[in-house]
C-alpha cells in the first residue's frame, strides 16, 4: 500500500504518521524545506522516520493518483519526480485572504502569514510601526510575533464584533488559555485591540507611510475614520484553502472547502483531504484529521471499522498481551523477528493506544486479513522499529511483526469483557513473562511502553501506584549499566511517536476532536466571516488583481459572466499567481455565477519552468 | 555565508530567505510591476503572490520568500 501525502503541516504530518503506523509505505511531499507547515514555521518538526520526505517540492499536476513534481529550490535546478500511489491525502492548507482596499498593493502591505513568516520563520521585523489588521484569531499570533522581533504594534483591528462568540460558545479550555496569552502580551505592551475596526485605504508613493483606521459598522461600511502613520500594515481576511489539486482530481467541494465524510475521504475513491482545505479550524482539528485521514488511506481498520469505546482498555491489553505471546510463541523458530514482534506488540497498545486497541478488535472480525487489519498493532511497531532501528533484529518490519501479532489477539479479546482491574493484573503477568523473553536492552523499553498504556487507560487512582511498580520491576530486569540509556530512549522515541496533542486517542478519541473542531470551526466562520461592506472600500482605481493590475473599474457592468469569462474578459486571474490571490475578491465583486470549483481550477497546480517540462522525470525511485 | 544583493557582498545566516535578507536591510521593494512600473517587493511571504520575484544565480523571477540562500548566491533585484 502506497500512500502519498501532499503537505507538511500538522495535518499532513498527522496523515503520514498514521499511514506508516498502519503499515503503508508512505511519503510525504512537502513545499517547505522542513516538516511544520506555516503554523510551526520556524520550530521544524519531524515524523516517524519511516516515512520518506520529499521537502522542497512542488506537486503541479495529478493524473489520477499518479503525482508530478518538481523537487528543489526553485532556481536552483529542480529535478522531476512522478509518484504513483494507491492512495492520496492532500493537505495542503490554506494562505491568508486578503480583501483589496485602496494602497493594498503599496510595497510596506503585507499579509498577515507574511509578517508571521518572516518573524517566526526569519527572525525580521516588517516595521517598526505596525498596524495589524482584518478579521479572525489570527491577528492575535501575529501581534505577538511582531512584537517578539521588536515591532512596536500600534493597534490590532478586528472588523468583526466578538459578542458573535456569545451565540457560538467555546468551552474548550486550550483555546481559551491561548487566547489568554494573547490578551496578557497585547496588555504588557499596551496594544490596543479594537473591534469593528479595520484598515480601509494604505497611502504613500512607493511605500506605504500612513493608513486610514477606519470605525465599521456591522456590515463593515465605514462610520467614521482616521489616519495613522506606520511603516508596515499587516491585514488578513481569513483564510483561502489551497484547493487546486483537490480540484484537479475531481474532489467535490462543498460550501469552498473539500467535502469529506469523517475520516477524511473525498468523493473521489483513493483521494483523502484533511486540515484547513476541509474546513478552517487550526492545528489540532487539522491534525486529527490528518490522523484519521491518513490512517483510512492505509485501510486501518481501527479507523474504518467500529469500536465501542468501553471495550478500549481490554483491548488495548488484549493486544499488549496476545502479541507479547505470538512473539515469544516463536522466539526459538526466529528470534530476531519474534523479539521484533514482542516489543512491537507491546509499543502498538502502549503508543498509540487506539490503533493498537482496535487493531485487536479488527483481528477479532477479520483475523485473516493480515496486511491491513493489523493496522493498529503493527500501528505501535513504530516503538519496535524505532528504538530498535540500529538492533540485529532491526529488520523485523511492522507488518511482519503485526501478522503474528493479530492472529491471537483474536483469541485474547474476551479479557476486554473482564472487568478492567483483573485484565489489568492478567497482562501485566503476561508483560513481566514476556519481558523475561527478551533480550534486556529491550526489556525497559518495551514494559515501559506497555505500562504508559496502562496507565493512560486506568483511572487517576491507579495510575501512580502502578507506574511505580512498573518502575520499580522494569528497571530490576535490566543489568545497570543499561538503565539510564535505555530509558532515555524510551522517552525519547515515545515522544517523538505520538504527535504532540494527539496523544493516545484512539479513533473515537479522534472523531471527538474532530467533531469539536468542527464546531469551532463552523463558529469561527459565523463570527468572523468578510462580510459585503469591504467592496465599499475601493475605488474605481483601486487594483483587485495585483499580477495583472486590473482596477476594480473593469469589473463593473460586465454582466452575470462565468469564471472564465470574468478572466478571460478582465485578465483577473491570469497573472504570475493564477488568481490565488485575487479571484475570491473579483467573484464577488463582479455578477459572477457561482462555481466554486472553477475560482480554484488550476490544471497546473504550481509553477513550472518551461524548460523542466522537457526533463525526463524520475518515476518511483 | 557569503552572497551578493545587487553585487553588493553580505554576510547571511544559513536559513535565512533571499526576502528576509532584503527586508532585514530596510529594502521595501525590489521589482516594478509591467504594466504601471509600480514597485513591489513581500506581500504574502509564502509563495503564492509571487510579488517578491528576484533574479538568483541568474534565473530569473525566483520567489525570495521562498528561495533560502546558500553560499555564493547572486541576488539581483530588477
Not at chain 1, 260 to 275: L, M, N
Request: hydrophobic share 45%; proline share 5%; aromatic share 4%.
Amino acid at each position: 500500500m502506497k500512500v502519498v501525502v501532499v503537505g507538511g503541516g500538522p495535518a499532513g504530518m498527522a496523515a503520514a504518521d498514521a499511514a506508516v503506523a498502519a503499515g503503508a509505505d508512505t511519503t510525504v511531499v512537502d513545499g517547505e524545506p522542513v516538516l511544520g507547515g506555516q503554523f510551526h514555521r520556524g520550530d521544524p518538526r519531524r515524523v516517524d522516520p519511516r516515512v520518506r520526505h520529499v521537502a522542497d517540492a512542488t506537486v503541479w499536476a495529478v493524473e489520477g493518483t499518479r503525482l508530478h513534481v518538481r523537487v528543489g529550490p526553485d532556481g536552483a535546478g529542480r529535478r522531476g519526480l512522478v509518484l504513483d500511489a494507491d492512495a492520496v491525502v492532500l493537505a495542503t492548507g490554506a494562505h491568508d485572504r486578503v480583501v483589496p482596499f485602496p494602497g493594498w498593493d503599496l510595497p510596506g502591505v503585507y499579509t498577515a502569514g507574511a509578517a508571521q513568516a518572516l518573524a517566526k520563520g526569519q527572525g525580521v521585523a516588517v516595521g517598526k510601526r505596525v498596524v495589524v489588521s482584518g478579521t479572525g484569531p489570527f491577528l492575535l499570533p501575529v501581534a505577538r510575533s511582531l512584537i517578539g522581533v521588536g515591532a512596536r504594534v500600534l493597534a490590532v483591528c478586528e472588523a468583526n464584533h466578538l459578542t458573535g462568540w456569545l451565540r457560538h460558545p467555546v468551552v474548550d479550555p486550550g483555546k481559551l488559555a491561548e487566547l489568554a496569552g494573547y490578551a496578557a502580551v497585547l496588555a504588557r505592551h499596551r496594544v490596543p485591540w479594537r473591534p469593528r475596526t479595520a484598515v480601509v485605504a494604505a497611502h504613500g508613493e512607493d511605500r506605504v507611510t500612513a493608513v486610514t483606521l477606519a470605525r465599521l459598522s456591522p456590515e463593515w461600511t465605514v462610520v467614521a475614520s482616521r489616519r495613522v502613520e506606520v511603516d508596515a500594515v499587516c491585514v488578513t481576511h481569513g483564510f483561502t484553502p489551497r484547493l487546486e489539486l483537490a480540484v484537479a482530481a475531481g474532489c467535490a467541494l462543498d460550501g469552498g472547502v473539500v467535502r469529506v465524510d469523517d475520516r477524511g475521504a473525498t468523493s473521489v475513491p483513493g483521494y483523502y483531504a484533511a486540515g484547513e482545505i476541509t474546513g478552517v479550524g487550526g492545528a489540532r482539528l487539522a491534525a486529527a484529521e490528518g490522523a484519521l485521514a491518513g490512517a483510512a488511506a492505509a485501510g486501518a481498520r481501527w479507523v474504518t471499522g467500529e469500536l465501542k469505546p468501553g471495550r478500549r482498555f481490554g483491548a488495548a491489553l488484549a493486544a499488549v498481551g496476545s502479541s507479547v505471546r505470538a512473539g515469544a510463541s516463536r522466539a526459538s523458530a526466529d528470534e530476531g523477528l519474534s523479539v521484533g514482534g514482542v516489543s512491537g506488540g507491546l509499543g502498538s497498545a502502549a503508543w498509540s493506544d487506539g490503533r493498537s486497541s482496535s487493531g485487536a478488535a479488527t483481528g477479532r472480525r477479520a483475523p485473516a486479513d493480515g496486511g491491513s487489519s493489523v493496522g493498529g498493532v503493527s500501528g505501535g511497531l513504530g516503538s519496535a522499529a524505532w528504538s530498535d532501528g540500529r538492533s540485529p533484529s532491526g529488520e523485523a518490519t511492522g507488518e511482519a511483526a503485526g501478522r503474528r501479532a493479530v492472529a491471537p489477539a483474536e483469541d485474547r479479546l474476551p479479557a476486554g469483557e473482564v472487568a478492567a482491574g483483573r485484565t489489568f493484573a492478567g497482562a501485566w503477568a503476561e508483560s513481566r513473562s514476556s519481558a523475561r523473553e527478551l533480550r534486556s536492552g529491550r526489556r525497559f523499553a518495551g514494559a515501559w511502553a506497555g505500562l504508559r498504556a496502562c496507565a493512560r487507560e486506568l483511572k487517576p487512582g491507579l495510575k501512580v501506584g502502578v507506574a511505580w511498580a512498573g518502575l520499580r520491576w522494569s528497571v530490576r530486569e535490566l543489568r545497570s549499566g543499561r538503565k539510564v540509556g535505555v530509558v532515555l530512549a524510551a522517552a525519547r522515541s515515545s515522544a517523538r511517536a505520538v504527535p504532540r496533542g494527539q496523544g493516545f486517542a484512539g479513533a473515537e478519541a479522534l472523531l471527538r476532536e474532530v467533531r469539536r473542531g468542527r464546531r469551532f470551526a463552523a463558529a469561527l466562520a459565523a463570527v468572523h466571516p468578510v462580510r459585503p461592506g469591504w467592496r465599499t472600500w475601493l475605488t474605481a482605481e483601486t487594483l483587485v488583481c495585483r499580477c495583472e493590475e486590473v482596477p476594480r473599474c473593469r469589473l463593473d457592468d460586465l454582466g452575470p459572466v462565468g469564471v472564465r469569462t470574468l478572466k478571460l474578459r478582465t485578465r483577473v486571474g491570469l497573472g504570475w499567481c493564477q488568481g490565488r490571490m485575487c479571484l475570491v475578491n473579483a467573484v464577488e465583486l463582479a455578477d459572477v455565477r457561482p462555481d466554486e470549483a472553477a475560482v480554484h481550477r488550476r490544471p497546473v497546480a504550481g509553477p513550472v519552468r518551461l524548460g523542466e517540462l522537457a526533463d525526463n522525470p524520475e518515476e518511483n525511485p | 555565508m557569503r552572497v551578493t544583493v545587487d553585487g553588493v557582498p553580505l554576510s547571511v545566516r544559513s536559513g535565512q530567505t533571499a526576502a528576509a535578507v532584503l527586508v532585514a536591510r530596510g529594502q521595501v521593494s525590489w521589482r516594478t510591476t509591467r504594466h504601471g512600473g509600480r514597485p513591489r517587493g513581500v506581500f504574502c511571504g509564502i509563495g503564492v503572490c509571487f510579488d517578491c520575484l528576484v533574479r538568483v544565480n541568474g534565473v530569473p523571477d525566483v520567489r525570495a520568500c521562498r528561495r533560502v540562500l546558500v553560499d555564493g548566491d547572486e541576488v539581483v533585484t530588477s
